[in-house]
């Protein structure tokens, strides 16, 4: 029996995963695509509770976050390729403009 | 006629608004007679006031007119008023008659000056000032005149102001000027203190009730008010700056030595004769302190080769009779002698500004000698300032000098003898001015001996009034016989209740004898002539005399010729030190305290800033590392809590 706690467990580590991935990796893609993840991680914490509610709020909520994630990666892509030109490589390591 | 006394002080307001507001596009000539038209319209209302109080009976001659309430606070009122009696009107025909002579002698000698319409301006502004000090009916608006004279001689003095020297003299008069006005300012507050109110007659007419003879108020009052007449009038201590204010403009000198300025501390003095009547020890100051600056500025004349300059130690001698006048009780006898000395001393600096413009601006006499022939009527009307100075008869000076050395002779001879030989000096110095001028061998060079020509007459023609005047300004004034002293008779009743006192404290002693006052004014009428044959006997008989003499004191001299090295013990004990306490402040207080606390806090502030900036390292990464380390701790707080 697949309760709610599995999905929950799983989306806490998908998220956590995310977020590792966020703080230690350097290629700017995939900090990207951990962002994906922990967007997805909460879409799965969405949808098992709306399910578990019995409420079709959460569903809503997740197609809303799905365009905000196609929205983000399309922007975060843009500045990527932008990095790039400028850079020659999409280490985030070498993006420090704001240091003091 | 008398309410309209406010005029008097408006007149050179108006001249000095006009000139100085809408100056700029008049020719010299309307300048300069703008100015003298306004203190001659001063000098004829003041002229027509005073006949009115001649026909008035002598115990109603005052007058009191207020024209404005300019301070209502509490109990304190102060009014812009004005006081007509005897001494104020006296003063006032003095100031504006003498001040209208100079300001016309100005416009010949000021022709061609750069800033002629500013020196006509600060000039008619002297002249209000002054008024406004001697008509004031209290002690507040006096002071306004009395700091307004203050203001203008340091305008006047420093009148040629590229010069560094006419600079640092109009600075010295004002700071030394001040040091007195603190003195009476302290001493005003005492008045109100006292008798609530700055009025004349009011304080006056209460000082004997309030006030017991020689009680401390009284004599500190009358202290305080005298450390101001010395600022004022040159008085030891504070006399150092008049010899230096001649750095302005000859006619400027004329000016505060004769009718503004420096007589604005005899007036004051001689108007507060009851303060000073209470206290018998003020009385003996200002008589000792007359004397000694008498004697002591005498002394210094002797030496000095500056023609200016020795005028200049002449006048701060002969204030020195004023106040001795003044500290023996005979108040109106120092204001005679203010009014003769007015008289022949604005003539002696203008006379000595005609030799000094036809010297194209020498005034050493060791470089002069025979102008007589050159400058006839300069060295005749010297000549008649110089008899009147010395004190020969019957010129003003001498009745005057000898109402004022009977009246110390009463009273206490040491006076009389110091006033004595301080009149033998001055005889003798005026008349050495006058023999090395005019007298002698030139020693003029070729240069300026070409140049020599006698004034024009809007220059002669002030210095023949002046020379009537100071030939029968004194006629006014003869002692003696019963009625002769019109003078003494119209000014006595502003001063009896100031005699009453003192006549009442004091024993009986002097009365009128008439074979001593004629021997007293035998033996002043000697003095002088012994003044005036020993001058004669140095600089004309022997010339080499004077530098035997030096050679013999060579100490002596130089310690005279040096001016008793005053100048410089003061720049050591007060100059030097405030300067140095200055620069301690400057370095320890400014320095370093209150530049320490601003440059300290900037300090501070990076200090921070250098620490915290290593928190900013740019990489995105760090800051959302930063946020998820504070989300997780908010979340623990919440989950723990």
Redesign the interface.
């Known amino acids: 029996m697949v309760t709610l706690q599995h999905y929950l467990f799983l989306s806490a580590a998908l998220f956590t995963l995310g ?1 590792m991935g ?2 230690f990796r350097r290629n700017l893609i995939v ?1 990207l695509m951990s962002l994906e993840l922990m967007l997805n991680a909460v879409n799965l914490t969405f949808i098992a509770l709306a399910r578990y509610m019995e409420s079709v709020e959460g569903q809503i909520i997740v197609l809303f976050v799905m365009v905000v994630a196609a929205a983000e990666v399309a922007v975060g892509l843009a500045i990527a390729v932008t990095i790039f030109r400028q850079k020659g490589s999409i280490d ?2 070498e ?6 | 006629m008398s309410d309209l006394v406010w005029l008097i002080p408006v007149f050179p307001l108006i001249g000095f608004l006009i000139n100085g507001l809408i100056g700029r596009r008049f020719s010299e000539k309307a300048i300069g007679w703008i100015g003298t038209a306004s203190v001659g319209a001063s000098f004829a209302v003041a002229l027509l006031i005073f006949l009115e109080l001649i026909g008035m009976a002598p115990a109603s001659r005052s007058v009191q007119k207020v024209v404005y309430t300019w301070m209502l606070s509490g109990d304190m009122n102060v009014p812009i008023g004005f006081l007509v009696d005897p001494l104020s009107i006296v003063m006032m025909m003095v100031v504006s008659g003498v001040g209208c002579i100079i300001h016309a002698y100005s416009i010949g000698y000021m022709h061609g000056e750069y800033g002629f319409r500013r020196y006509f301006s600060y000039l008619n502004l002297f002249v209000f000032n002054m008024l406004l000090l001697v008509s004031a009916n209290n002690f507040l608006l006096m002071f306004v005149g009395w700091e307004g004279v203050g203001l203008c001689s340091y305008l006047l003095i420093g009148y040629y102001y590229e010069k560094q020297s006419a600079s640092d003299a109009g600075k010295k008069a004002f700071v030394v000027n001040r040091v007195g006005d603190f003195g009476f300012l302290l001493g005003m507050f005492l008045i109100f203190m006292t008798f609530g109110t700055f009025n004349y007659t009011d304080v006056f007419g209460a000082a004997p009730d309030k006030l017991t003879q020689g009680s401390l108020m009284a004599t500190l009052i009358t202290l305080l008010l005298f450390v101001g007449a010395t600022g004022k009038s040159a008085q030891i201590p504070l006399f150092t700056w008049l010899p230096d204010a001649m750095e302005g403009p000859t006619p400027v000198s004329a000016l505060i030595h004769a009718a503004t300025m420096v007589t604005a501390g005899v007036y004051m003095v001689a108007r507060c004769s009851v303060l000073f009547a209470l206290a018998p020890i003020s009385l003996t100051v200002v008589a000792v302190i007359g004397g000694a600056t008498a004697f002591f500025a005498a002394t210094i004349g002797i030496t000095q080769f500056d023609i200016k300059r020795v005028l200049a130690y002449s006048t701060i001698s002969q204030l020195g009779y004023m106040f001795m006048a003044c500290g023996v009780g005979a108040f109106a006898s120092g204001i005679f002698h203010l009014m003769t000395h007015a008289f022949f001393k604005a003539l002696l600096f203008m006379a000595a500004g005609s030799v000094m413009h036809a010297m194209s601006g020498e005034l050493d006499m060791r470089k002069m000698g025979d102008l007589r022939k050159k400058l006839p009527y300069t060295h005749w009307t010297y000549l008649f300032g110089t008899l009147a100075i010395a004190g020969i008869f019957p010129f003003a000076g001498f009745f005057s000098k000898d109402e004022i050395l009977y009246y110390s002779f009463t009273r206490n001879l040491g006076f009389w003898i110091v006033g004595a030989v301080a009149a033998v000096m001055t005889s003798f110095y005026m008349f050495r001015s006058v023999f090395m001028t005019f007298y002698g061998k030139s020693r003029v060079d070729h240069e300026t001996a070409h140049h020599l020509h006698e004034s024009p007459p809007i220059m002669t023609v002030p210095l023949m009034i002046l020379a009537i005047l100071s030939l029968v300004g004194g006629l006014v004034g003869i002692p003696i016989f019963e009625g002769a002293n019109r003078f003494g008779d119209f000014i006595a009743p502003v001063f009896k209740p100031a005699k009453d006192i003192i006549e009442h404290g004091a024993h009986h002693g002097g009365h009128h004898s008439l074979t001593a006052e004629l021997t007293l004014m035998g033996v002043s009428l000697a003095i002088a002539i012994v003044g005036l044959l020993f001058a004669r006997r140095m600089y004309i008989s022997d010339p080499a005399a004077p530098d035997r003499f030096i050679r013999k004191f060579p100490g002596l001299y130089s310690l005279v010729y040096h001016k008793y090295w005053i100048d410089e013990l003061y720049d050591k004990l007060f100059v030097n030190s405030i300067v140095e306490f200055s620069r301690f402040l400057w370095k320890a207080f400014d320095d370093a305290v209150i530049d320490g606390i601003v440059n300290g806090a900037a300090t501070v502030v990076r200090a921070w800033g250098s620490a915290l900036r290593w928190i900013q390292t740019g990489l995105v990464k760090d800051y959302a590392l930063s946020f998820l380390v504070g989300v997780l701790a908010v979340i623990g707080y919440l989950v723990l809590r």
Do not use: C, G, Q, T
């Open positions: 977020v966020v703080m900090i985030v390591d993006v420090d403009l704001m240091r003091w």
